[in-house]
């Protein structure tokens, strides 16, 4: 079985621009969730998709949005980029909505706002 | 205060020391207590998934939780120089956002061969 894959690995970007990050859920998990990892702290949630909604959201601003698809892979996207937004982007998905136990995460895509 | 705190660390000990870890929590609705390891420029892995009070062992490692003192406590026997990462505490409240999982900050740890 393939695990979670995330694309770009690493990427700059300056203020203001918009940026798009791709997930790919590991096979046959149909709940993917965003998180924000920056430098030196623990992940935060941004938000969580299952069947193609949005059904958690954490502490984050609208400019931060997201899509899952029918394969169930999920896109992250951040407009108006700001400073703070350079941090570790990490991808997780399970088999379920609840808690069912393992989350997996991908290896992440590192942003930098210059 | 934040809603889950953790030892900063770094945290330094040799070949075969007995490690522990901790976390103290606020939110008294976490029902679930999750332990992921994280090497450098990884994602996390789960290690240890407790649901509820009570202790939980796996090969070298042992999770504690103890929801009366929002207490929790991952003890690493035997450790190797393997085990050097970032350990990250992790908390649920469980309900149907399951994936929204609050985060410790991480201690970093090193076992010195």
């Known amino acids: 079985e393939t695990g979670v894959t995330q694309s770009p690995t690493h990427l700059i970007k300056t203020r203001g621009q918009q940026v798009t990050l791709r997930c790919s859920s590991q096979?046959?998990?149909?709940?993917v969730s965003w998180y924000q990892q920056a430098l030196g702290q623990g992940p935060q949630f941004i938000f969580q998709?299952?069947?193609?909604?949005?059904?958690g959201r954490g502490n984050f601003p609208p400019r931060f949005s997201g899509l899952q698809f029918p394969n169930y892979s999920s896109e992250l996207n951040v407009n108006a980029l700001e400073l703070d937004d350079s941090a570790l982007y990490l991808c997780?998905?399970?088999?379920?909505?609840?808690?069912?136990?393992?989350?997996?995460f991908g290896e992440g895509s590192r942003l930098t706002v210059l | 205060q934040k809603e889950v705190e953790q030892d900063p660390g770094p945290l330094s000990v040799p070949e075969g020391a007995i490690v522990s870890l901790n976390c103290t929590y606020s939110n008294s609705a976490f029902q679930y207590f999750m332990w992921y390891r994280q090497y450098s420029r990884k994602g996390p892995e789960l290690l240890m998934y407790?649901?509820?009070?009570g202790n939980k062992e796996d090969g070298r490692f042992t999770a504690q939780v103890d929801k009366s003192s929002k207490y929790i406590s991952l003890f690493i026997r035997d450790s190797q120089p393997s085990d050097s990462a970032t350990y990250l505490c992790?908390?649920?409240?469980?309900?149907?956002?399951?994936?929204?999982?609050?985060f410790g900050p991480g201690t970093r740890l090193s076992v010195l061969p």
């Open positions: 997780a998905s399970s088999l379920g909505q609840g808690i069912t136990g393992e989350l997996f």
């Open positions: 096979s046959g998990h149909n709940t």
């Open positions: 998709y299952y069947r193609e909604e949005e059904n």
């Open positions: 992790a908390m649920s409240v469980g309900d149907n956002y399951g994936q929204n999982f609050v």
């Open positions: 407790t649901y509820s009070s």
